[in-house]
Every structure is written in structure tokens, then in C-alpha cells.
């Protein structure tokens, strides 16, 4: 079956910290890969997405992903957050010509100031 | 540009009332939409999709319906709420989901009493 995985539920970190946050999938074929971020009160934004090409892209506000196929993962980071980073992370996958995303459970993260 | 409209933004209704929320969106034609159903803790949960006027594919069955009546409005409705029918749900489009994602609707919070 098709599924996301995301292990950390919550994340606290203090400002300048660097983040990493798992994800991984499980999915048949060709798949795209998503982040998307939820800060406090707001919509689900668009963080970077990954569908060919060079596995480590690069999306707003200084985060980055890295696809690895071996490894059915694609992990978002940043080397230093701030605490506007504050929010909830989803990872989601899709299949090439698929009408479906399938999300994760998502990751609150804390950033103190 | 696109824009996708959610209302109401939040809902409290008694066990056992029907439900109506409706989505729809601007600034495009033939979009794929669908209804997801945000849950603390578990993520979003894809509650139906249409590709087209009239079409709608159910992803868990449950105490909810969609229609499409026009291109660009999605409607979700129930005709007797029950209480595990609170959550957050979220309407969303897309032209091709698997290169692009989806845009959010700001989501309808439902509280049912």
C-alpha cells in the first residue's frame, strides 16, 4: 500500500539549531515528492517538491530536501532555523500521472527563541 | 491568477444536523479537487477527489458525501453528523498534482456537539 512516513512527531530546537526531519515512503514506481509547511493560523503552503533531475532541491526560506531512491526517503533540512520556522511539516508522495497525494502525519516543530 | 475559496471557516453544529461545506475555485478550468480531512497527529486524510463535473471517487468510506455540481465547486456534506466528524477539512485543487501539488483552501474547522 501507498504510504508516507514521517517518525518525528514533535521537534524542539532552539534558534541556529540545524534541522533535520525524516521521511519516508513507500510507493511502486515512479514518484513524486513534496513538503509542504503549515505556520500557526495559515494555509498549507508549498515548501519545494522533488519530481526528476538533481535529488537535492532546494525550496523558500532556506530549506532544502534530499531525494535518495535507495533509501525511499527524502528528509528536509535546514542548516540554521530561526523561530519563524515554527510550524507544522508534511511530506507527501504522489505516482507520475497520479490524481493523489498521500501525506503524511506531519511534524510540529518548536523553535525557541 | 488561481484562487480557491473554503466556507464557512468554522462550523459548530449538534449531532445528528446535516453538513454543507463548499469550495470553489477561480482563475481556472477543469481542475481536480478534493476534500482532505486534517486530524491532529494522523496527518491529512484524502476523503474524496474529482477530475470532473459529476465525478467524485471516495477514499474512505464514512458518514460524508461530495458533489460537483459546477467545474469549480466542490461541496462536502453529511446528512446526519456524528461526533467523530470534528476535525479540520481542507478543500484543495490541482491541474496536474503529480508535477505541482495541490493548493489549499484556509479549511473549515467543525465542531460537532
Known amino acids: 500500500a501507498q504510504s508516507v512516513s514521517q517518525h518525528n512527531h514533535h521537534v524542539i530546537l532552539s534558534e541556529a539549531a540545524s534541522l533535520e526531519l525524516g521521511c519516508n515512503y513507500s510507493y511502486g514506481g515512479t514518484v513524486n515528492l513534496f513538503w509542504y509547511v503549515q505556520y500557526p493560523g495559515q494555509h498549507l503552503q508549498l515548501l519545494l517538491k522533488y519530481f526528476s533531475g538533481d535529488p537535492l532541491v532546494k525550496g523558500i526560506k532556506g530549506f532544502e530536501a534530499e531525494f535518495i531512491k535507495s533509501k525511499f526517503s527524502f528528509n528536509l533540512r535546514k542548516p540554521s532555523v530561526q523561530w519563524s520556522d515554527t510550524a507544522e511539516y508534511f511530506c507527501a508522495v504522489s505516482g507520475d500521472s497520479s490524481y493523489k497525494l498521500i501525506f503524511g502525519s506531519g511534524t510540529r516543530l518548536l523553535v525557541r527563541p | 491568477s488561481q484562487t480557491i475559496h473554503q466556507w464557512p471557516a468554522t462550523l459548530v453544529q449538534p449531532v445528528g444536523s446535516p453538513l454543507s461545506l463548499e469550495c470553489t475555485v477561480e482563475?481556472?478550468?477543469?481542475?481536480?479537487l478534493y476534500w482532505y480531512r486534517q486530524a491532529a497527529g494522523r496527518g491529512l486524510q484524502l476523503l474524496f477527489y474529482s477530475v470532473g463535473i459529476g465525478q467524485i471517487s471516495s477514499e474512505v468510506p464514512q458518514n460524508l458525501s461530495a458533489s460537483r455540481p459546477q467545474d469549480r465547486q466542490f461541496i462536502l456534506s453529511s446528512k446526519k453528523l456524528l461526533l467523530s466528524d470534528s476535525g479540520f477539512y481542507l478543500c484543495a485543487w490541482s491541474v496536474q498534482p503529480s508535477r505541482s501539488g495541490y493548493t489549499f483552501g484556509s479549511g473549515t474547522r467543525l465542531t460537532v456537539v
Open positions: 482563475g481556472t478550468s477543469n481542475p481536480n
